[in-house]
């Protein structure tokens, strides 16, 4: 399921995104970075004429770039896991992203999808994280997006625990304004506190509500699930007016005309992905730090990220990614 961030070839990245799946993805609502004349865009390397096993370990071995200046997109790890709450382990979730990353090639059949075509992409490495401090860590993040966002590239995220979507989501908003937010996740992340403490990845985007960072009415989660310490663990969320779907709706169905609906509510304003791994069933993502029974399959998971085709997505992230629990190293 590390293949989900590169299914993004078929999302519409940038303002007034329209689908091109017959010519491949471009930036709508502006000309790529290189006229197709100029030198060719950076392409993962065919296992035909390079061995998986050659390189250095980057997103799909494309370049890794210290800038990202004349990017349209790029990969971004983000190794923090001091906000966990049970078990750590997503600190390793970029580097293991990346080595999975050999597998995926430059096409996409099912969808048509052929985003290296038009699009600049590189491996801007790992934000330097602070592992002992996590309001530095965060402080740490939203700078370094602040000069990817203001750059005009779109960030693509690889986690981390979920603490890492707030800072993210502050840099986003600083240039954006308030964002629309499609939230994949066993779990709501809008606690309050917890030991005291108000930051930590059980809290995301209730910090992102009391800062204005999201635009309440375009935010919908998918995919909740698991006990309660009350009846109604979704008050807070509606009130909010997101929409929270919860995945016992989504048992043993397509999730396509969900995504249509989704389509709808969030239109084409600025839309933030934020996918935690968790959200699917531990039968096919065990490695994650808080698992829970009954969730979302890989095919759904799939239906969710093709759905947003021609939308406005300014980021996107996957997280809790914790390769230590899953014992075949995926």
Known sequence: MLR???????????????????????????????????????????????????????????????????????FVGVPLDIGTSNRPGARFGPRRIREESVMLRTVNPSTGALPFQCLTVADLGDVNVNLYNLQDSCRLIREAYQKIVASGCVPLTLGGDHTITYPILQALAKKHGPVGLLHVDAHLDTADKALGEKLYHGTPFRRCVEEGLLDCKRVVQIGIRGSSMTLDPYRYNRNQGFRVVLAEDCWMKSLVPLMAEVRQQVGGKPLYISFDIDALDPAYAPGTGTPEIAGLTPSQALEIIRGCQGLNVVGCDLVEVSPLYDLSGE
């Open 4 to 74: 989900l961030l590169t299914s993004c070839g078929t999302l519409g990245l940038g303002s007034s995104a329209r689908a091109r799946p017959a010519t491949g993805l471009c930036l709508p609502g502006r000309s790529p970075r290189r006229p197709a004349s100029d030198v060719p865009r950076n392409h993962p390397p065919s296992s035909e004429f390079v061995a998986r096993s050659v390189g250095i370990c980057s997103m799909m071995r494309l370049p890794v770039q210290t800038s990202p200046e004349g990017l349209d997109a790029a």
